[in-house]
């Protein structure tokens, strides 16, 4: 982060035409919409911006795209006395990300709140209000196929580690020149995914990649090299995958074509929220699951079956894991769609016990890495979807 | 357990022992002078400390005043004047002059130096004495704390002198002492009473001050002229609003509803009328022939039976009667009211805020005393503060009631209001908040007050009722000018919304679009007539 600094005026030599046709592309959007605005102001009618209807009641699942996709439902609003502050606002924040474009700079969100400050009156008074209004933009724009990234606004949470068979293409901060980052030569460490991945390229000979749902199951598969022996790539997610992890696994696995595999603790918070969102995205952020989706991931483990199977230690289920796997099971599309998962759901329910993936250390140390994984990825068909 | 089973039962006492404890406390037992009463019951009467003793005094002075004033059609023009005696710091002098009719020099001593003496108890009137005690207690309490004697100044014609007397007050035998009685010829005014007595007191500005009582004096007083020489700072003058006097209260006879026992056999014994009938019709207000027959038929008494002949258990049935029988309510020329535009011209004069209203209900009765209440209220305006709780003015006979607000009817009124129907803040059982003064008069030829000292209303639920309705009265009124305010505080914002917020869009468009700054401009224009356009449709 501290590498790069804010370019005045002239622009850079880009690494690859691609990332600067796609920035091309995402200013001609944000000039698309102001030039309807303008155009419907010259003709002295009100001015109006569509997003679609941020509620779970314009949410579907396709199980053919294997994604929460939003409906057709769009919420328009109309320039009113009312409403004029906030349109005034949305438009800077177009104008602020078209800016940040040119001068391929990018903002978090307390950095736009604090942008704003010398908006005078148009100035946002807490974060929450230009989040609100961020949120807006991203929504207005995912209609047009770009996500808040691509508009420069990045989030502040950062990526998972990546060690593997990888080697990433970026490109230099402050002189935009490209660089290779071989994933394998890390040592110890690992690789940090970035806030924003869209201008990422990648080169791999890996067979899959393994998301990880602890760090210490990642660090533990990482030091032993378990990558080299089985040509894969291992990505932390560290609990619920943040936006650029999702994106960077959804970019990576379509780029070369590899399946995903996650691997999380057996309870309804690895399955209903870590894997879930993973693969298909969250309900509440449904007009940008499309981007941040992983359809290729399947579940390797550990599943309900597997407790049985291997006589793994286990914890009694909590009330609100009880809770929650049910709520999955009556309210949650995504289960509702997959026969196996409702059969597992409820093997879980039965059992009434949760297991980690730590479990596997009752046989020792490495069995994880010597016995369970090799035998499960002798079949991934097996795999839960 | 019963007592008796563990004292022993007292020594019988010999015939002897009995008879001379008797005689012993008949040595004892005698008269005990009012004067002598109050010396030791002086929180009685409001003269418990001194800050509250020099309020009560002026407040007494200032009350006879405008009572004589009034009586006498004359527009009050009282002078007051409050300075602390040099080298004693709790000791002022208290002046108090009117133009009333004067008092005749016969009268001076007992009027100034008599407890209990006055022209104002035995009639049934709207007027702010009742008792005749305010004064003489002045009097008395500044003796008492100082030792000085009360001087007095009356004159009751330019043809006549005035009279200059000196007074103590022998408080054994509740009789005035004159000291001195001078004539003087040559005396400031034609005709007009003033007072002067030096007492022990603190003088404090702010709530329940001598300041605060005759600002709101003259809220309910309009028609008063009052100058005031505080202890400290200038001479204040409280201009009189209108040059109407009051209409004059007419005296009435008891209404039959409110009399109690002591009070039948008192008018029995005074009156001229021969037998019962005639008794009934001629001492109470609405007691018609037919009316007093039928009270007559419930006490199963004769109408035409001698009054001197009614035995006391007659007595007792013609007192129960008096209340059972159907009775017109009782006349209501004894009231004085206010009115609604001098209560409005009052406010105005002492408070400053954005609107005024008032109102003047119909009389009522209570206990047969017939009653009636005012209320003003003003609201707003950038003197009042927005967020404490409101001002209480609370006025009796048009004299302001300063102490024992909590005590008092009128605020129980106030409290058991839902002001929040009118746009206001109130905390449960509680006065409202807001810019807000509260102005209640309660007029009435005889108003239940809860002590001697005349610091709060009783509670009596019928007069509750009406301050409750005279406050949600104007609460109406002022709920439209809140809300007419709010709608334009809504307006003015929305306007200055669109002022602030367009040129923001012109920016954004010029900025996105590459505008030129005339395009600009032009956005802004057609923005601003866009939405102004839709905003009256």
Not at chain 1, 195 to 215: C, D, N, P, Y
Not at chain 2, 518 to 531: G, K
Request: with cysteine; aromatic share 8%; glycine share 6%.
């Amino acid at each position: 982060m501290a590498t790069r600094s804010k370019k005045t005026g002239k622009k850079k030599a880009r690494a690859g035409g691609l990332a600067e046709r796609r920035d091309q592309e995402t200013v001609a959007r944000i000039r698309e919409v102001a030039r309807d605005v303008h155009r419907k102001v010259t003709r002295g009618q009100k001015p109006e911006l569509k997003t679609p209807l941020r509620s779970l009641a314009n949410v579907r699942y396709d199980r053919k795209l294997g994604y929460f996709e939003i409906g057709r439902q769009r919420s328009v609003r109309t320039l009113s006395v009312n409403t004029v502050k906030t349109f005034a606002q949305t438009l800077k924040m177009m104008a602020l990300s078209k800016e940040m474009i040119e001068t391929d700079d990018f903002a978090t969100k307390r950095d736009a709140y604090y942008v704003t400050k010398n908006w005078g009156e148009a100035r946002f008074d807490e974060q929450a209000e230009s989040d609100a209004v961020m949120d807006d933009i991203e929504a207005l724009f995912s209609l047009h196929g770009l996500t808040r990234e691509q508009l420069r606004f990045y989030p502040d949470e950062h990526g998972g580690a990546v060690a593997g068979e990888l080697v990433v293409i970026d490109r230099d901060g402050t002189s935009g020149a490209e660089i290779e980052i071989d994933c394998t030569r890390f040592g110890s460490g690992a690789y940090s995914i970035p806030s924003s991945v869209e201008h990422l390229r990648f080169r791999t000979k890996a067979r899959f990649i393994l998301a990880i749902e602890t760090g210490g199951m990642f660090q533990r598969l990482a030091a032993h090299g378990f990558w080299r022996k089985t040509e894969s790539i291992l990505v932390s997610m560290s609990g619920v995958p943040t936006r650029a992890t999702r994106r960077f696994i959804r970019r990576l696995s379509d780029d070369v074509r590899i399946p995903v595999y996650a691997f999380v603790d057996c309870d309804p918070y690895g399955i209903a929220n870590i894997y879930r969102t993973l693969k298909v995205g969250s309900g509440n952020a449904a007009h940008v699951n499309r981007f941040f989706c992983v359809p290729r991931a399947s579940f390797l483990g550990v599943t309900p079956q597997d407790i049985i199977d291997y006589d793994l230690p286990t914890h009694p289920l909590k009330e609100v894991d009880v809770k929650r796997a049910r709520d999955a099971l009556k309210n949650d599309p995504f289960f509702a769609g997959h026969k196996e998962w409702q059969e597992a759901m409820e093997l879980l329910l039965k059992l009434g016990r949760r297991a980690e993936q730590q479990a596997f250390a009752k046989y020792g140390l490495d069995n994880v890495m010597t016995e369970y994984l090799p035998a499960k990825l002798k079949d991934p068909r097996a795999f839960l979807p | 357990m019963s007592p008796a089973t563990k004292t022993p039962a007292p020594a019988a006492t010999s015939d002897r022992q009995r008879e001379a404890a008797a005689y012993e406390m008949a040595a004892r037992q005698r008269e005990i002078s009012v004067s002598e009463f109050f010396t030791k019951n002086r929180h009685l009467l409001g003269f418990d400390n001194p800050k509250k003793a020099l309020l009560t005094a002026v407040k007494e002075a200032v009350d006879n005043s405008l009572d004589a004033t009034e009586e006498a059609g004359v527009a009050a023009d009282i002078a007051v004047s409050l300075k602390p005696v040099p080298g004693c710091e709790d000791r002022f002098v208290m002046a108090v002059q009117d133009n009333g009719p004067g008092i005749v020099a016969k009268q001076m001593p007992s009027v100034f130096g008599r407890l209990l003496y006055g022209s104002k108890f035995h009639r049934l009137r709207q007027a702010r004495g009742q008792q005749g005690i305010g004064i003489s207690a002045a009097a008395l309490y500044g003796l008492l704390t100082t030792g000085k004697p009360v001087r007095v100044w009356s004159r009751i014609s330019r043809r006549q002198p005035c009279h200059y007397l000196e007074l103590r007050i022998d408080t054994q035998k509740n009789r005035p002492e004159v000291l001195k009685h001078e004539t003087l010829d040559d005396w400031e005014a034609a005709h007009g009473t003033k007072i002067e007595i030096v007492l022990e007191g603190r003088y404090q500005k702010g709530r329940q001050s001598v300041d605060d009582y005759l600002k709101q004096c003259a809220i309910a007083n309009p028609h008063m002229r009052l100058s005031y020489d505080p202890p400290e700072g200038e001479k204040v003058l409280f201009d009189r609003a209108t040059s109407a006097l009051p209409v004059a209260a007419k005296e009435i006879r008891p209404h039959p509803y409110g009399v109690e026992l002591g009070m039948l056999l008192d008018m029995m014994r005074a009156s001229k009328s021969r037998r019962i009938s005639a008794f009934l019709q001629a001492e109470f207000s609405r007691v018609s022939k037919r009316v007093a027959e039928q009270i007559c038929q419930h006490a199963a008494l004769d109408p035409g039976r001698s009054l001197k002949l009614v035995a006391a258990a007659e007595l007792e049935r013609l007192h129960r009667a008096l209340g059972k029988v159907k009775v017109m309510a009782p006349p209501t020329d004894c009231l004085s009211p206010i009115g609604r535009d001098l209560i409005l011209q009052g406010l105005k004069k002492e408070v400053q805020a954005a609107c005024y209203v008032a109102t003047t209900r119909s009389p009522a009765v209570y206990r047969g005393n017939p009653f009636l209440v005012e209320v003003g209220i003003a609201y707003g305006g950038d003197e009042l503060p927005a967020e404490e709780p409101v001002r209480l003015y609370r006025f009796a006979n048009r004299v302001p009631l300063l102490y024992q607000q909590s005590a008092c009817a009128v605020f129980k009124a106030a409290t058991t209001t839902d002001w929040r129907k009118y746009h206001l803040n109130q905390p449960r059982g509680a006065l409202p908040l807001g810019p807000l003064v509260l102005f209640v008069h309660v007029a009435s030829a005889w108003v239940p007050f809860t002590s001697e000292s005349k610091e709060a209303i009783a509670h009596y639920p019928e007069i509750i009722k009406e301050i409750r309705l005279a406050l949600q009265e104007c609460g109406r009124e002022v709920a439209q000018h809140i809300a007419r305010r709010k709608r334009a505080d809504v307006e003015a914002k929305k306007r200055s919304y669109i002022d602030s917020f367009i040129p923001h869009i012109g920016d954004a468009l010029k900025d996105i679009l590459r505008l030129k700054q005339q395009e600009r401009e032009q956005v802004i224009r057609t923005l601003r007539a866009v939405l102004e356009k839709s905003r009256k449709a």
